[in-house]
């Protein structure tokens, strides 16, 4: 089992930056990938961003290129995403992932999730 706690959430005018934090615990030794997800009310939940945990390879949604970037700090078993030039449309609950999983694709099959944290951007 690997427990994942967010934080960083929060309420910022379009334009600002918030970064996020996702601390890792339990057998994370197992984990190949960590990921972030959003799911905005009404929608389906859907990928942001997600990165090997230990080697390289990130992936991005096409709408957070650019603004969005994913980073982790090993020693520490936390994933980040710093995300800047914040749109309204990025409202919503940000989970955290992680997989054992080691396929290339690294936008789907994450096995544990967050509890989700808030981020609302108003006009």
């Known amino acids: 089992q690997v427990q994942l706690v967010e934080s960083g959430g929060g309420l910022v005018q379009a334009g600002g930056s918030l970064r996020l934090s996702c601390a890792a615990s339990?057998?994370?030794?197992?984990?190949?990938?960590m990921g972030w997800f959003r799911q905005a009310p009404g929608k389906e939940r859907e990928f942001v961003a997600a990165m090997v945990w230990r080697g390289y390879g990130t992936d991005y949604a096409d709408s957070v290129k650019g603004r969005f970037t994913i980073s982790r700090d090993n020693a520490k078993n936390t994933v980040y995403l710093q995300m800047n030039s914040l749109r309204p449309e990025d409202t919503a609950v940000y989970y955290c992932?992680?997989?054992?999983?080691?396929?290339?694709?690294?936008?789907?099959?994450?096995?544990?999730w967050g509890q989700g944290t808030q981020v609302t951007v108003s006009s």
């Open positions: 992932a992680s997989r054992g999983n080691r396929g290339p694709v690294l936008t789907t099959q994450y096995d544990y």
């Open positions: 339990g057998r994370t030794f197992s984990t190949y990938a």
